[in-house]
């Protein structure tokens, strides 16, 4: 939203003056009426004509005193640089830009792509689902500022890279390329428990969770 403030100057002219302070008084008549400096919020004094910034936004001090936001921009989540309206790029899986809403005068970043992290380097959109290397499936949702890869279904890890439901036995299984015959797998928390024959150890099943910023203007 623009902010206009406005400088007056209440001018007390002498019944009797020198010609050379007439010209004193003319000269600064003039000024005030023709070219006016402007005071910011904080008390500062523009000049006319001039532009400066404040964070990300360019403000220009007009002649008559006023002062507008001319060139609005934001701070990237990223690394703090200033960018201008219009501008997008990506923070991990999810993309965001600078926007403008004429309408109603409002502008800053918001996200405009979302996406869950797979856990492996790798992002899935909102809506889809996907199975890792350790059996686990996953669904990408939105909770609030939040965006989660939900864990949906769990199976059991085999040595053949087949998945077999939980609490299936008389499975292979390899894990630090060692392989171990005769495993059971059971649930345990969020995590999967496997007990062989020489191996007890297990896998996370967590739901990975990243944050929406959109608090940078």
Known sequence: MNTYFALFVILVVPMCCSGTDWVKVEQGIAKQQGQADCVDWNGVTRPADSTWMSGCIEYTCYSDGSYAATNLGCARNTDGLCVDIGATWFD?????????????????????????????????????????????????????????????????????????????????????????????????????????????????????KILIDTNKV
Do not use: H
């Not at 109603?104 to 979302?114: D, E, H």
């Not at 909102?126 to 769990?154: M, P």
């Not at 085999?158 to 299936?168: D, K, L, R, Y």
């Open 92 to 208: 991990g899986c999810i993309g965001y830009e600078c926007f403008e809403d004429t309408s109603s005068g409002s502008w800053g970043t918001r996200a405009n792509v979302l996406a869950c992290s797979d856990g492996e380097g790798g992002c899935q959109n909102l809506g889809n689902t996907w199975k890792n290397d350790n059996c686990v499936t996953y669904q990408c949702i939105q909770d609030g500022n939040y965006l989660i890869s939900q864990v949906i279904n769990v199976e059991c890890n085999t040595c053949t890279e087949a998945c077999v439901p939980m609490n299936s036995t008389g499975f292979c299984f390899t894990i630090g390329g060692n392989t171990y015959q005769n495993c059971l797998c059971y649930p345990d928390g969020n995590l999967v428990r496997y007990q062989c024959s020489g191996y007890y150890g297990y896998q996370s099943r967590k739901d990975i």
